[in-house]
Nanobody
Framework: QVQLVESGGGLVQAGGSLRLSCEAS????????MGWYRQPPGKRRELVAQ???????TYGDFVKGRFTISRDNAQSAVSLQMNTLKPEDTAVYYC??????????????WGQGTQVTVSS
């Protein structure tokens, strides 16, 4: 059973910073990518940031240099440093993990989510 343990999140004022972390109970050698998605109230889930096993990063258009994703390979963990937060960043943030089960098969897992609230 793959587990994703999320930490961080909470309430912050606009312009402030938060750091989200997620640790996966899988070997780093099986990881295809790790990342974060978010779901604002009443909206669809969207990509925030993703980092591949080759450390290629992808960010949502709304990030615009404010967030940085990084991986701790020693612990199969990923962190998301969020700066210059805006009220519209308020959402439930979900850790996402994609593992390689075989050369032709991958499996996707989700964390339970952590609330980020940015007050104006």
């Amino acid at each position: 059973q793959v587990q994703l343990v999320e930490s961080g999140g909470g309430l912050v004022q606009a312009g402030g910073s938060l750091r989200l972390s997620c640790e996966a109970s899988v070997s780093i050698f099986n990881i295809y990518s790790m990342g974060w998605y978010r779901q604002p109230p009443g909206k669809r889930r969207e990509l925030v940031a993703q980092i591949s096993s080759s450390t290629t990063t992808t960010y949502g258009d709304f990030v615009k240099g404010r967030f940085t994703i990084s991986r701790d390979n020693a612990q199969s963990a990923v962190s998301l440093q969020m700066n210059t937060l805006k009220p519209e960043d308020t959402a439930v943030y979900y850790c996402n993990l994609i593992v390689n089960l075989s050369p032709l098969r991958r499996e996707e897992y989700w964390g339970q989510g952590t609330q980020v609230t940015v007050s104006s």
